[in-house]
């Protein structure tokens, strides 16, 4: 029984991912821009990440020209700025824009 509970508390102690983007903490990303994680979830589904590591200029606008709107109807604080900076600290390979 004890092992059970132990099991239990590892696999809720990790990080939730987006499905279409398994490398960025879903629930630290919600936290940092002040929102639900739900939210931040619904917000992401039409985006497109680049399955390599390195997207490009446009690719970056295109996916941010949908994600901006649909998380500032969620919390009209969220700049382009504070996305940027949210989703640079979580990118796996660090900052990276053209």
């Known amino acids: 029984m004890?092992?059970?509970?132990?099991?239990?508390?590892?696999?809720?102690?990790?990080?939730?991912?987006?499905?279409?983007?398994?490398?960025r903490p879903t629930d630290l990303i919600a936290a940092d821009l002040?929102?639900?994680?739900a939210e931040f979830i619904?917000?992401?589904k039409p985006v497109n990440p680049e399955p390599g590591k390195?997207?490009?200029?446009?690719?970056q606008r295109a996916n941010k020209a949908i994600l901006l709107p649909?998380?500032?109807?969620?919390n009209p604080a969220i700049?382009?700025?504070?996305?940027d900076a949210v989703m640079d600290k979580y990118r796996p390979e660090?900052?990276?824009?053209k």
């Open 54 to 59: 390195y997207p490009t200029g446009a690719q």
């Open 2 to 23: 004890r092992s059970y509970f132990l099991l239990a508390a590892v696999l809720l102690a990790q990080p939730a991912f987006a499905d279409n983007d398994p490398n």
């Open 70 to 74: 649909c998380l500032q109807k969620a």
């Open 94 to 97: 660090g900052a990276f824009r």
């Open 34 to 37: 002040d929102i639900s994680q």
């Open 79 to 83: 700049t382009n700025d504070r996305l």
């Open 42 to 44: 619904e917000c992401f």
